[in-house]
């Protein structure tokens, strides 16, 4: 999970893994599922099974999610 998901106090302990491990064993039956994530989070992704498909190009207003 990205850093800010989990509580300061709690990373780093498998919460985040276990919570996606948890989302993709509900979403099992789908074809595909996709995210969207930081460059810093490639390798968390990756090693929840996560590969690199294709491209994805965006914007970001980090001042907006600092509001």
Known sequence: MPSN???PGYR???VGS????RLLA???GLYMVDL???DTLVPFYGRLG???VGRALGVRNREA???
């Not at 276990?18 to 491990?21: A, H, S, Y």
């Open 36 to 38: 969207s994530c930081d």
């Open 12 to 14: 780093g302990r498998g």
């Open 26 to 28: 509900r979403l099992g």
């Open 5 to 7: 998901s989990v509580l």
């Open 65 to 67: 999610a600092r509001g």
């Open 18 to 21: 276990e919570l996606m491990r």
């Open 50 to 52: 996560f590969g690199t």
